[in-house]
């Protein structure tokens, strides 16, 4: 499989997978869900070790770790992302989602001491600006019964909750934890607290039988949790992270796109104006300065004058 098809499946997965968290609210409760599906993920990459051969034994304080970032990653991040996804359309949730990029660099420089260029300074406030103008509507005409600001609230305090959970994989790393096996006890654990949490809030684990509950349920375990993650890490070895990271700036096109087809989604002003600012932030934030023109030009012969 060649890099353009990885990226292609990668940034389509990614993308659509909002529009398939929709179909997931109903008869079935949020935590009850999620815990649904990441057992189903966990499972298949536990199994997926298992054939290739790959080590699932840990020191106990190991799994302290993978158990956080379950927590943080698979769990609660997502049902705040879930619960967002009642309130505004999915596309919405995806830009908002892309305040990720922002949190990764302040928390980075909390807890690893990185340091912050000038020009991040400026993508992450291009990218703020385009997300605050996404939902201005709903910020204009704000009450206390607002949905709009509630969902961006929601959005926002789970993507922090991804931040961190990005903080302990990068932590885990280091550790040489390797990512494939952290991913798949991750899943496990995230799904035990989701079960337990659902439990405690006396949630019915109940189960939908629609066709759209169990297509989309499918879709989000094995393609939006185990394969794109397959894919984008093996575009990860091939062209290095600082282009595979893109498919964070690319995946909003692609919700935002399904949303306006499937959600009745419109585009206002501020919308039209906003999401390329917040692209082109993040394009800021996750490039390095003369990058363009280093892709340009490669390979051409340099200018030599007479």
Known sequence: MTNAVLYLVTVLIWGSTW?????????????????????LAGVVLLLFCLVTKK???FHWHHHVWMALLGFFLFSANYFFMYLASGHITTGLVSVGFCSMVVMNILLSRLFFKTHISLRVIVGAGLGMMGIFMV????????????????????????????????????????????????NAWG????????????????????????FDYIWSLTYLALFGSVIAFGTYLTLLGNIGAEKAVYSI??????????????????????????????????????????????????????????
């Open 135 to 182: 939902f201005w509507p709903e910020v204009q005409n704000f009450d206390l019964s607002d949905t709009g600001v509630y969902g961006l609230s929601l959005v926002l305090i789970g993507t922090l909750l991804a931040s961190l959970g990005n903080m302990v994989s990068s932590r885990n790393q280091k550790n040489a934890v390797p990512v494939m096996q952290a």
């Open 249 to 306: 700036v690319l995946f909003p096109l692609v919700a935002l796109s399904l949303s306006t087809v499937y959600e009745g989604y419109h585009w206002p002003m501020a919308a039209v104006v906003g999401v390329p600012l917040v692209l082109w932030g993040n394009v800021l934030v996750l490039t390095k300065p003369g990058m363009f023109k280093r892709m340009l030009f490669r390979g051409r012969p340099a200018y030599k004058p007479l």
């Open 19 to 39: 529009l398939a968290i929709k179909y997931q609210l109903g008869t079935v409760a949020v935590e009850v869900s999620i815990a649904y599906r990441f057992a």
């Open 187 to 210: 899943m496990t654990y995230g799904a035990i607290f989701m079960a337990v949490f659902a439990f405690a809030m006396g949630r019915e684990f109940n189960f939908d039988p629609s």
């Open 55 to 57: 080590s699932l034994r």
